[in-house]
């Protein structure tokens, strides 16, 4: 399984939609539950790493435009 901090955003995000649907289905083995609420729990918070800093240097750049 690949690092989390070494897959780009959209496979992140694709891993992460892929555990969802998984979870969700009859398929969820009880014996993976934990490893995949873990490995979501980890997708998740890289996600929202990536969506912040992005944010900030995003207003960086306008504001930089607005002076």
Known sequence: MTPVKE??????ITELEG????MQSDE???DRL?????RATELIA???T?????DE???AILA???N
């Open 7 to 12: 897959l780009t955003y959209n496979q992140a």
């Open 57 to 59: 240097e995003l207003r």
């Open 19 to 22: 555990i969802l649907r998984l």
């Open 50 to 54: 990536r969506l912040v800093a992005t």
């Open 46 to 48: 890289e996600c929202r």
């Open 34 to 38: 934990a490893s995949l609420t873990r």
């Open 28 to 30: 969820c083995d009880i």
């Open 64 to 66: 930089d435009l607005a």
